[in-house]
Each structure stands twice: as C-alpha cells, then as structure tokens.
C-alpha cells in the first residue's frame, strides 16, 4: 500500500474480514463438534469439520485473499483506469462483507437445522448482481474488468453500448433472483432457474457487443 490511508483501509477491512472470528469464539460451547461447511440439495449437509479448525479456517483464507486483491489487483495502474472510485471501493469491500454474511450464515445454519443456507446464498447473489449492474456502466474500456469481448475492446462506444446493457441484465437478474429465493421450487428447478439467469446475463451482452460491431 502507498499511503498511510490505505494501510488504514487495508488493517480495518482485514478485521472485518477475521471478525466471524470473534462471534464464533463468543458462541464456542454452543457450536456442534463437527460443523457443517457445505450443503448440498435439499439442505443436505455435505461436508463437516471439527469446530476447533471451522472457526479459524474460512474467516482466514478470505482475509488472505482481501489482501491479496487489494495489493496486487485494486492498486495497479491498470485497475485505477478502468474503474471509478466507486467501482473500486465495492469490490475492496466485497470479500470483507462476504466473509461476515456467509459465516454467520454457516453459524445459523449450524445451530437451526431448518435454516436454509441455499436460499440465503441466492438472496446474496442477487443483492450482489444488482450493485455490480449499477456500477457497470461506468467502467472504462480495459483489458482488466468488464465485459472484455474482442469487439468491445476494439470500440469505445461497443464497450460503452454493451456495458449499459449488461449492467441492465444485471440489475434484472438480481431482481428475479431475489425473488425466485423467495418462490417454492425443487432443486433441481432451482439449478435450471440461476443457470437460466447467469446465461443470459453472459450471452446477451457478448451477441450484443458483436451484432452492434458489425454495424459500425
């Protein structure tokens, strides 16, 4: 980092990402022996893990990978021109808020066998796609973020034209996410469903982008 602010940014954001820590030490003797780390269909538990490691583990490996993100890909040149302060400030934040919401998630989930960890991981998903559908629309023409087909790295209004689409798909697909979390569906509707979204939100833009190429 190259400042004293950022140095500041770095230490307070990398607490937040270790604070799951703290909660799961206060809750200790509450928590199970074996916690559940992953979930498959219908809720089911997956994959467990002694609560001495759970704890330490996954609050851990997100805080080295926050580190990692800011130092070497949110400071570099390259980043600083293809995406306004904003943009930039979400994604240092991103990992810090994920490692909050998705272990205390697990912690519920752990300690209320009807909470539904599936359905709360969509309900993020969708919040998260609607930020990014905001904030994509002002993103510069890089090779470093955004919707880098090989035409709109060629053309500036390609880039601009295909990157307000994509942020409205976004937006939208955030949307039906949100509430397709809310609607009662089978799993494997639940799987065709946010396939359904995640391939119109990539193809859409990326026929777009070559179609409007063409025509330039």
Same mark, same amino acid.
């Given at each position: 980092?190259?400042? =004293?602010?950022?140095?500041?940014?770095? !230490?307070?954001?990398? @607490?937040?990402? $270790?604070?799951? %820590?703290?909660?799961?030490? +206060?809750?200790?003797?509450?928590?199970?022996?074996?916690?559940?780390?992953?979930?498959?269909?219908?809720?089911?538990?997956?994959?467990?893990?002694?609560?001495?490691?759970?704890?330490?583990?996954?609050?851990?490996?997100?805080?080295?990978?926050?580190?990692?993100?800011?130092?070497?890909?949110?400071?570099?040149?390259?980043?600083?021109?293809?995406?306004?302060?904003?943009?930039?400030?979400?994604?240092?934040?991103?990992?810090? =808020?994920?490692?909050?919401?998705?272990? !205390?998630?697990?912690? @519920?989930?752990? $300690?209320?066998? %009807?909470?539904?960890?599936? +359905?709360?991981?969509?309900?993020?998903?969708?919040?998260?796609?609607?930020?990014?559908?905001?904030?994509?629309?002002?993103?510069?023409?890089?090779?470093?973020?955004?919707?880098?087909?090989?035409?709109?790295?060629?053309?500036?209004?390609?880039?601009?034209?295909?990157?307000?689409?994509?942020?409205?798909?976004?937006?939208?697909?955030?949307?039906?996410?949100?509430?397709?979390?809310?609607?009662?569906?089978?799993?494997?509707?639940?799987?065709?469903?946010?396939?359904? !979204?995640?391939?119109?939100?990539?193809?859409?833009?990326?026929?777009?982008?070559?179609?409007?190429?063409?025509?330039?």
């Amino acid at each position: 980092m190259r400042t =004293i602010k950022d140095k500041g940014f770095l !230490i307070l954001s990398t @607490l937040v990402c $270790l604070l799951p %820590i703290a909660i799961y030490l +206060l809750m200790f003797d509450q928590l199970p022996e074996q916690m559940i780390q992953h979930w498959g269909p219908g809720n089911t538990p997956t994959w467990t893990m002694p609560r001495e490691f759970a704890v330490w583990v996954l609050p851990l490996f997100l805080a080295v990978i926050h580190v990692l993100v800011v130092i070497f890909a949110l400071n570099s040149e390259s980043s600083k021109r293809a995406a306004s302060a904003k943009m930039r400030s979400f994604f240092a934040w991103f990992t810090p =808020i994920l490692s909050v919401f998705i272990n !205390i998630a697990i912690l @519920l989930a752990n $300690l209320d066998e %009807i909470f539904n960890i599936g +359905l709360v991981a969509f309900a993020f998903v969708g919040m998260t796609l609607i930020i990014i559908g905001n904030y994509l629309p002002t993103t510069r023409q890089n090779y470093f973020i955004g919707i880098r087909t090989p035409w709109t790295l060629k053309n500036v209004d390609v880039w601009t034209r295909t990157h307000r689409l994509g942020g409205k798909l976004c937006v939208l697909g955030g949307i039906t996410l949100l509430l397709g979390a809310a609607l009662p569906m089978s799993d494997n509707g639940l799987v065709v469903f946010v396939l359904a !979204i995640v391939c119109v939100i990539a193809i859409i833009p990326t026929a777009y982008s070559y179609v409007i190429y063409k025509k330039t």
